[in-house]
């Protein structure tokens, strides 16, 4: 007898930036994973380099489900830093009347790319006093000192420890900071020092600005997530992820400033996904090849199309966007629906048994190859072969009911972690004089007047849709395209 195969029962191997090795996620408490996720700044759309790393951390987050973890994650909202200030003070409003369309459009966007929401979705406005607190600590410890022009720095002679995730020398980055460090330009003891409290500057920052024990001003923009993750998540978490051009200096400061802060290791696994390029070069507005999700959508393409393009290459692989790629993904996804839909109007009971081990097999490599690192392209290739081999059966009428009820149900379980894939009946839809068309055309067939039944197959295909002989009879498929 084939037992159904347990997803729960794989574990999940995660390639850790910190470390360079891939490392088993065994969660500090019991079964809940605590993840972090650094989310988007504010201050305008973001582009599909952005969901490129949403999609990622949501197919991680999807897929530690899929292996039977419960998971708390946090992605914040980066309302407070240099662009949102200057746009608030170009237009004349408050940073939060800013701010609020551009928060507003990107849940829009999530919800179209059909990414899960986080649990929590903090601000950086709400955890100011927070991010003070960690300050104040930092200052006392003799970590972080105040500068001649009145912020405050925090000193990375004082963390050993510095260049634990990109793994640069501390020497290196003192000596060679003005040329590989993007820094704030203002007054601290070492080019490399970073800044934890911005002093107010009206000129730059009109009247936005806190109060605090060192004057006013605002927090530096690496503080927030350190203070937001360890308020929501706790001193020490399990999973950290992000862009790669996150990890430094940005992440880098992240460890520094918490570590300093608790004396306990900040995140256990650092996870970062490659770089989003278009037609081979870097996505830039002055190139025109910049993209965000709407501009895409303008151009008729779906969020469901656009995430499987996004998908489907590892997180740790660069990845080379074009419109050639998303129609490719287009057929992609036609292929899986038009699978999924043969299986739906199976309706004979006829089974040999044959289907059910193809299924067990089939999640097996699918979930296997998830479990290692999140190997994408295997986990694809699993149900592309076991559609493959399922089409085949049926061909020769060897799919029954059951089996077919099974391969939709095994098509689910797939879903659960792509989030792609449609089990309507979706040619419900298909207008009713083209449905009595259909059948004008059989009976057609069936007195021999070949004449009138290419005509009326022709009428059916200039309305968009082609007439397909299945095992069950004909349908009408929606030509694509």
Known sequence: MNQPFNPKS??????????RKKEKLVPLNNNKVLMYTCGPTVYNFAHIGNFRTYIFEDLLRRTIKFLGFEITQVMNLTDLDDKTITGATENNISIYDYTRPYIEAFFEDIDTLHIERA?????????????????????????????????????????????????????????GASERIIHDEYDKENAADFVLWKACEPERDGNIFWESPFGKGRPGWHLECSAMAMKILGE????????????????ENEIAQSEACTGKKFAQIWAHSEHLIVDNKKMSKSLGNFYTLRNLLE???????????????????????????LDAAKHSLKRLDDFILRMLHINHEHSTGKVVPILNEALKEFTEALGDDLNISVALAAIYDMIREINALYDLQLVG??????????????????GVMSFEKVEDSIPQHLKDALIARNQARTNKDWALSDKIRDQIKAEGYLIEDTQNGTTLKKIEG
């Open 10 to 19: 794989v574990s999940l191997q995660l390639f850790n930036t910190a470390t």
């Open 119 to 175: 649990e929590k979705y903090p601000a950086a406005t709400d955890y100011i006093d927070d991010m003070i607190e960690m300050i104040e600590i930092l200052l006392n410890k003799g970590i972080a000192y105040q500068g001649t022009d009145k912020c405050i720095y925090y000193s990375i002679s004082k963390f050993p420890n510095y260049g634990c995730l990109s793994h640069l020398k501390l020497d290196e980055l003192q000596v």
């Open 236 to 251: 020490s978490i399990d999973i950290h992820c992000g862009g790669i051009d996150n990890m430094f200096p940005h992440h």
């Open 299 to 325: 151009k008729g393409y779906s969020g469901i199309q656009v995430r499987y393009l996004l998908l489907q290459t590892h997180y740790k692989t660069q990845l080379n966007f074009t419109m050639e790629g």
């Open 401 to 418: 009911k059951s089996d077919a009820e099974a391969v939709v149900s095994t098509m689910k379980k797939f879903n659960e972690v792509l």
